[in-house]
Protein backbone atom coordinates (compact mmCIF):
# COMPACT_ATOMS: atom_id res chain seq x y z
CA UNK A 1 0.00 0.00 0.00
CA UNK A 2 1.11 3.31 -1.08
CA UNK A 3 1.37 6.29 1.60
CA UNK A 4 -1.53 8.10 1.89
CA UNK A 5 -0.58 11.43 0.10
CA UNK A 6 0.96 9.42 -2.82
CA UNK A 7 -2.63 7.38 -3.39
CA UNK A 8 -4.26 10.33 -3.19
CA UNK A 9 -2.33 11.43 -6.21
CA UNK A 10 -3.30 8.29 -8.31
CA UNK A 11 -6.83 8.64 -7.82
CA UNK A 12 -6.52 12.09 -9.39
CA UNK A 13 -4.84 11.09 -12.23
CA UNK A 14 -6.86 8.31 -12.41
CA UNK A 15 -10.09 10.75 -13.46
CA UNK A 16 -8.57 11.11 -16.35
CA UNK A 17 -10.21 9.60 -19.85
CA UNK A 18 -7.48 6.68 -20.36
CA UNK A 19 -5.56 6.29 -17.38
CA UNK A 20 -5.75 3.26 -15.91
CA UNK A 21 -3.93 1.99 -12.55
CA UNK A 22 -0.93 1.54 -14.01
CA UNK A 23 -0.40 4.76 -15.71
CA UNK A 24 -1.59 6.80 -12.41
CA UNK A 25 1.30 5.16 -10.40
CA UNK A 26 3.40 6.15 -13.04
CA UNK A 27 2.76 9.64 -13.20
CA UNK A 28 2.23 9.89 -9.66
CA UNK A 29 5.71 8.24 -9.23
CA UNK A 30 7.22 10.89 -11.71
CA UNK A 31 5.65 13.76 -9.95
CA UNK A 32 7.54 13.09 -6.76
CA UNK A 33 11.04 12.63 -8.63
CA UNK A 34 10.42 16.41 -10.07
CA UNK A 35 11.74 19.73 -8.90
CA UNK A 36 9.00 21.54 -6.17
CA UNK A 37 8.66 24.38 -8.06
CA UNK A 38 8.12 22.21 -11.11
CA UNK A 39 5.89 20.66 -9.28
CA UNK A 40 4.65 23.83 -7.95
CA UNK A 41 3.83 25.08 -10.94
CA UNK A 42 1.58 22.44 -12.25
CA UNK A 43 -0.48 22.98 -9.44
CA UNK A 44 -1.02 25.91 -10.23
CA UNK A 45 -2.06 25.82 -13.38
CA UNK A 46 -4.65 23.42 -12.33
CA UNK A 47 -6.33 25.47 -9.77
CA UNK A 48 -5.68 28.55 -12.47
CA UNK A 49 -7.98 26.94 -15.33
CA UNK A 50 -10.54 26.65 -12.89
CA UNK A 51 -10.69 30.39 -11.05
CA UNK A 52 -9.57 32.17 -14.03
CA UNK A 53 -11.23 30.55 -16.92
CA UNK A 54 -15.11 31.47 -17.39
CA UNK A 55 -17.58 31.72 -19.88
CA UNK A 56 -17.84 34.68 -22.39
CA UNK A 57 -20.60 36.57 -21.90
CA UNK A 58 -21.61 36.65 -25.65
CA UNK A 59 -20.57 33.20 -26.78
CA UNK A 60 -20.07 30.60 -23.68
CA UNK A 61 -16.37 30.32 -25.27
CA UNK A 62 -13.52 29.53 -22.40
CA UNK A 63 -11.88 32.54 -21.65
CA UNK A 64 -10.07 34.89 -18.94
CA UNK A 65 -11.74 38.04 -19.95
CA UNK A 66 -15.58 38.84 -19.91
CA UNK A 67 -15.31 38.52 -23.68
CA UNK A 68 -13.52 36.19 -25.66
CA UNK A 69 -11.07 37.26 -28.39
CA UNK A 70 -13.11 35.56 -31.13
CA UNK A 71 -16.18 37.97 -29.70
CA UNK A 72 -13.79 40.96 -29.70
CA UNK A 73 -12.07 40.76 -32.84
CA UNK A 74 -13.32 42.62 -35.55
CA UNK A 75 -12.78 41.39 -38.58
CA UNK A 76 -14.75 38.52 -38.06
CA UNK A 77 -18.11 38.13 -39.49
CA UNK A 78 -20.29 38.79 -36.29
CA UNK A 79 -23.60 37.63 -38.46
CA UNK A 80 -22.17 34.08 -38.71
CA UNK A 81 -22.77 31.94 -36.28
CA UNK A 82 -21.01 28.73 -35.61
CA UNK A 83 -22.89 26.27 -33.06
CA UNK A 84 -21.15 24.00 -30.92
CA UNK A 85 -21.36 21.82 -28.29
CA UNK A 86 -18.24 22.51 -26.52
CA UNK A 87 -15.16 25.14 -26.24
CA UNK A 88 -13.40 21.99 -27.92
CA UNK A 89 -15.30 22.07 -31.22
CA UNK A 90 -14.39 25.83 -30.72
CA UNK A 91 -10.59 25.04 -30.72
CA UNK A 92 -10.51 22.17 -33.49
CA UNK A 93 -12.29 24.87 -36.45
CA UNK A 94 -9.94 27.53 -35.51
CA UNK A 95 -7.18 24.85 -36.09
CA UNK A 96 -8.53 24.89 -39.76
CA UNK A 97 -8.14 28.37 -40.15
CA UNK A 98 -11.15 28.19 -42.78
CA UNK A 99 -13.97 29.72 -41.00
CA UNK A 100 -14.00 33.52 -40.33
CA UNK A 101 -17.34 34.02 -38.56
CA UNK A 102 -18.25 33.49 -34.64
CA UNK A 103 -19.28 30.98 -32.41
CA UNK A 104 -21.85 30.23 -30.58
CA UNK A 105 -20.76 27.19 -27.10
CA UNK A 106 -23.99 25.84 -25.61
CA UNK A 107 -22.05 23.73 -23.56
CA UNK A 108 -23.53 20.76 -23.39
CA UNK A 109 -26.48 18.91 -25.84
CA UNK A 110 -30.68 18.49 -25.35
CA UNK A 111 -30.39 14.87 -23.82
CA UNK A 112 -33.35 12.35 -22.87
CA UNK A 113 -31.77 9.77 -21.38
CA UNK A 114 -29.07 12.23 -19.43
CA UNK A 115 -32.16 14.43 -17.94
CA UNK A 116 -30.93 17.43 -19.76
CA UNK A 117 -32.75 20.14 -21.07
CA UNK A 118 -32.74 22.80 -23.14
CA UNK A 119 -33.09 25.55 -20.18
CA UNK A 120 -30.07 23.83 -19.11
CA UNK A 121 -28.02 24.80 -21.73
CA UNK A 122 -26.40 28.43 -23.52
CA UNK A 123 -29.75 28.36 -25.33
CA UNK A 124 -31.65 32.03 -25.10
CA UNK A 125 -28.29 33.78 -25.73
CA UNK A 126 -28.06 32.11 -29.20
CA UNK A 127 -31.49 32.92 -29.61
CA UNK A 128 -31.05 36.82 -29.00
CA UNK A 129 -27.53 36.68 -31.26
CA UNK A 130 -29.53 35.02 -34.13
CA UNK A 131 -31.74 38.20 -34.42
CA UNK A 132 -28.65 39.93 -35.81
CA UNK A 133 -27.65 37.65 -37.42
CA UNK A 134 -27.46 36.20 -41.50
CA UNK A 135 -26.63 32.10 -41.02
CA UNK A 136 -26.86 29.89 -38.10
CA UNK A 137 -24.75 27.05 -38.91
CA UNK A 138 -25.78 23.99 -36.41
CA UNK A 139 -22.70 22.21 -36.01
CA UNK A 140 -23.73 19.50 -33.23
CA UNK A 141 -21.89 16.21 -33.49
CA UNK A 142 -24.18 13.61 -35.59
CA UNK A 143 -24.94 11.87 -32.62
CA UNK A 144 -28.62 11.07 -31.26
CA UNK A 145 -28.15 13.97 -28.74
CA UNK A 146 -26.81 16.08 -31.06
CA UNK A 147 -28.88 15.79 -34.26
CA UNK A 148 -32.29 16.17 -31.39
CA UNK A 149 -30.41 19.62 -30.31
CA UNK A 150 -29.75 20.53 -33.94
CA UNK A 151 -33.46 19.80 -34.74
CA UNK A 152 -34.71 21.53 -31.55
CA UNK A 153 -32.58 24.85 -32.38
CA UNK A 154 -34.10 24.83 -35.83
CA UNK A 155 -37.23 24.75 -34.77
CA UNK A 156 -37.13 27.39 -32.22
CA UNK A 157 -34.90 29.83 -34.70
CA UNK A 158 -37.27 29.43 -37.32
CA UNK A 159 -40.10 30.60 -35.24
CA UNK A 160 -38.00 33.17 -32.99
CA UNK A 161 -36.31 35.06 -36.56
CA UNK A 162 -37.64 33.39 -39.03
CA UNK A 163 -35.71 35.67 -41.87
CA UNK A 164 -32.46 34.43 -41.28
CA UNK A 165 -30.72 31.24 -42.84
CA UNK A 166 -30.12 28.07 -40.84
CA UNK A 167 -28.34 25.48 -42.09
CA UNK A 168 -26.37 22.00 -40.68
CA UNK A 169 -22.93 20.78 -41.30
CA UNK A 170 -22.79 17.47 -43.74
CA UNK A 171 -21.39 15.58 -40.86
CA UNK A 172 -20.91 15.81 -37.35
CA UNK A 173 -17.81 16.90 -35.49
CA UNK A 174 -14.95 14.39 -34.64
CA UNK A 175 -15.02 13.96 -31.15
CA UNK A 176 -12.19 13.53 -28.48
CA UNK A 177 -9.88 16.25 -28.68
CA UNK A 178 -6.59 15.25 -30.61
CA UNK A 179 -7.28 16.64 -34.31
CA UNK A 180 -4.93 14.96 -36.74
CA UNK A 181 -5.05 16.40 -40.64
CA UNK A 182 -7.35 13.88 -41.72
CA UNK A 183 -10.10 15.29 -39.24
CA UNK A 184 -8.99 18.70 -40.39
CA UNK A 185 -10.30 18.12 -44.10
CA UNK A 186 -13.54 15.92 -42.59
CA UNK A 187 -14.26 19.46 -41.21
CA UNK A 188 -13.56 21.57 -43.96
CA UNK A 189 -15.57 19.33 -45.70
CA UNK A 190 -17.78 19.34 -43.20
CA UNK A 191 -18.51 22.99 -43.29
CA UNK A 192 -18.47 23.56 -46.93
CA UNK A 193 -21.17 21.18 -47.81
CA UNK A 194 -23.45 22.59 -45.05
CA UNK A 195 -27.21 22.28 -45.87
CA UNK A 196 -30.13 24.28 -45.34
CA UNK A 197 -32.02 22.49 -42.76
CA UNK A 198 -35.84 21.58 -43.18
ZN1 LIG B 1 -17.03 34.84 -27.13
Known sequence: MY??????????????????EKTAERYALLITERDPEEVREFAQALMDV???????RICGNLCEEEECSICRDTERN???????????????????????????????????SRG????????????????????????????????????????????????????????GLPSGGMLDYADEMTLIHALSDRRRMG
Open 3 to 20: PVSLQKLIESFRMLPGVG
Open 50 to 56: KTKLHHC
Open 78 to 112: HRQIFVVQSAKDVLAMEKTGEYHGVYHVLNGLISS
Open 116 to 171: IMPEDLNIDALVARAKDADEVILATSATLDGETTAMYLDRLLKRECPDILVTRIAH
